[in-house]
């Protein structure tokens, strides 16, 4: 399946808090539901052809939000071109891994599951769960469920960044965060907490 890739970061000097918000509650639930060491969201900017960490749970979360690197190298890059995710159970045998990336983030983790975060056919990012469980990245019913938890980041992050509501004086709640509420209602819902 081929997948156009769209910008969704561009250099912004102070992000949108409830885009940040949005993104660390899905690291953290990522995190949390795949029993992991850390979690990560990288959006893709075209326009730079880079990666940028834009939320971290777990390992590097101090420090990571912000780095970039070139969007054509390494699992995340290999993710985000081909809009399929990816399970690597034992990171010291994958040719796309790029552990050069891995070692100046200051973690190397030894496995790793990537989804893209897809909104209709447009690749946005990636989602990464580093060193899960490994009951948790048994097989392709927790691959699909991180594809579906994915898609549904993805499409929240789309309705928060298209359809930012207009000033409206004492509007008691305007119909993109009543969307935004019920799409992570409907995501929790799926993941059965």
């Not at 994915?150 to 509501?165: D, E, G, N």
Request: aromatic share 4%; hydrophobic share 45%; glycine share 8%.
């Amino acid at each position: 399946m081929v997948q156009t890739i769209d910008p969704v970061v561009s250099a912004v000097p102070q992000p949108d808090p409830a885009v940040a918000e949005l993104l660390q509650s899905v690291v953290d639930t990522a995190r949390a539901i795949f029993g992991a060491q850390a979690s990560s969201i990288m959006l893709l900017d075209t326009a730079a052809h880079e990666l940028s960490f834009e939320a971290v749970s777990g390992q590097g979360q101090e420090f990571l939000v912000g780095r970039r690197f070139p969007a054509g190298r390494g699992i995340a890059g290999w993710v985000a071109a081909s809009g399929e995710p990816m399970v690597v159970d034992d990171l010291r045998d994958s040719s796309s891994f790029d552990r050069d990336i891995a070692d100046s983030t200051g973690y190397v983790p030894d496995a790793l599951m990537a989804a893209p975060l897809i909104r209709g056919d447009r690749v946005l990012g990636v989602l990464e769960v580093l060193d899960p469980s490994p009951q948790a990245r048994s097989g392709l019913p927790e691959l699909d469920l991180l594809g579906l938890f994915a898609r549904q980041a993805a499409v929240a992050l789309h309705v928060l960044t298209t359809h930012a509501p207009r000033p409206v004086p004492d509007a008691p709640d305007v119909p993109p965060r009543t969307e935004l509420l019920r799409l992570l209602s409907e995501a929790r819902r799926l993941l059965g907490e």
